[in-house]
């Protein structure tokens, strides 16, 4: 997701984290590094580029085009309503409600039986023809802000929100193979949204025991790499996550180190000071959320070589795969 909208603001100056951030990641990412680094002995590298400590942020604000969602070829693009993403439109939209049946079909046994959780793909296909819709603003808690974004796009036109519903499905299967009841925020089921305010109520009604937004960044080119979005200690307003802060954290840190074992791909580089990990009090999704919850921008789309293995359907699957593990050891203990 790009840095500009409602819930992604350019940072500020951002200090050093690697005091306790690092230490608290530091039993998961290392060994799982190092896999990643004999990865680059032998295949497509994944490093390289800039080290800024900053990201420099693509348009993806409400209603921006030059995220390219908006374009006659972008619309063609829609993710399909199917398991993963073949291309084909979905066979209808609607603007109610996201309850699609088979985001409530658990498997009939596993070890996560019993538990519930919820997948938020980042932004919608269809946002970008509701920019009205989108602009209004919502309350986060802490203030009012957007109701969403249009998302990013690779430089060829690859949607985050095509990128996010496929990955969140796949994603999908693999919990339910687990026993998982899984509820998504939406699933392409509806013309646009939902708000960031919404996406956070529908995580806290299923009263679930983990919530996981999938996401995907639009920075300059040379930033490279994953990072997961931890929420901050906030008590402002309607918001409060002062109960949800440690095991959030828990559960980024988990799906950090299995992501970069399933996926090869090495922590941000410009974001988190290498851990993998952020921690943001911007964000709405996270300010109001009273479960468990973490986002993950899984690559940045406007770098070449971030944006051939996010447009991969093989990468796809392991990203689903590191995330699902990670929920898994969550929930598990």
Not at 171 to 186: C, D, I, N, P
Not at 208 to 222: C, R
Not at 313 to 330: D, L, N, P, T
Request: aromatic share 6%; charged share 20%; proline share 7%.
């Amino acid at each position: 997701m790009s840095y500009v909208g409602p819930d992604f603001d350019p940072p500020g100056p951002r200090r050093s984290r690697r005091g306790p951030m690092t230490v608290a990641v530091a039993a998961l990412v290392p060994g799982a590094l190092v896999g990643w680094l004999v990865w680059q002995a032998v295949g497509d590298s994944g490093g390289g580029g800039s080290t800024s400590a900053t990201s420099t942020t693509s348009a993806g604000a409400p209603g921006a085009s030059s995220a390219a969602p908006g374009s006659a070829s972008a619309a063609a693009r829609t993710p399909s309503a199917s398991g993963t993403d073949d291309g084909k439109p979905p066979s209808s939209t609607f603007s109610g409600p996201a309850t699609p049946a088979a985001s409530d079909l658990p498997a009939a046994a596993g070890p996560l039986k019993g538990k519930v959780v919820v997948i938020d793909p980042g932004h919608n296909p269809g946002n970008f023809q509701h920019a009205a819709d989108i602009n209004r603003k919502v309350n986060i808690g802490t203030n009012w802000k957007e109701c969403d974004t249009t998302g990013t796009s690779t430089n060829a036109g690859y949607t985050e929100a095509r990128f996010t519903l496929d990955v969140a499905r796949r994603l999908r299967t693999l919990l339910q193979q687990e026993g998982a009841m899984v509820k998504f925020t939406q699933d392409g089921d509806r013309s646009w949204g939902p708000c960031v305010d919404e996406r956070a109520r529908i995580g806290n009604d299923a009263h679930a025991d983990a919530v996981v937004s999938i996401h995907a960044d639009g920075s300059a080119a040379g930033n490279r790499g994953f990072h997961v979005i931890l929420p901050a200690s906030v008590h402002s307003g309607g918001a409060d996550t002062r109960a949800i802060v440690a095991p959030s954290r828990d559960l980024g840190e988990r799906i950090a180190g299995n992501f970069v074992r399933d996926t090869g791909s090495a922590p941000s580089n410009y974001i988190g000071g290498g851990t993998g990990l952020d921690v943001r009090s911007d964000l709405g999704g996270l300010n109001l959320s009273t479960v468990p919850k973490v986002f993950i921008e899984c690559g940045n789309m406007r770098d070449s070589k971030d944006a051939a293995l996010l447009t991969s359907g093989a990468w796809r699957q392991k990203a689903a795969r590191g995330i699902s593990e990670g929920i898994v050891s969550f929930l598990r203990g």
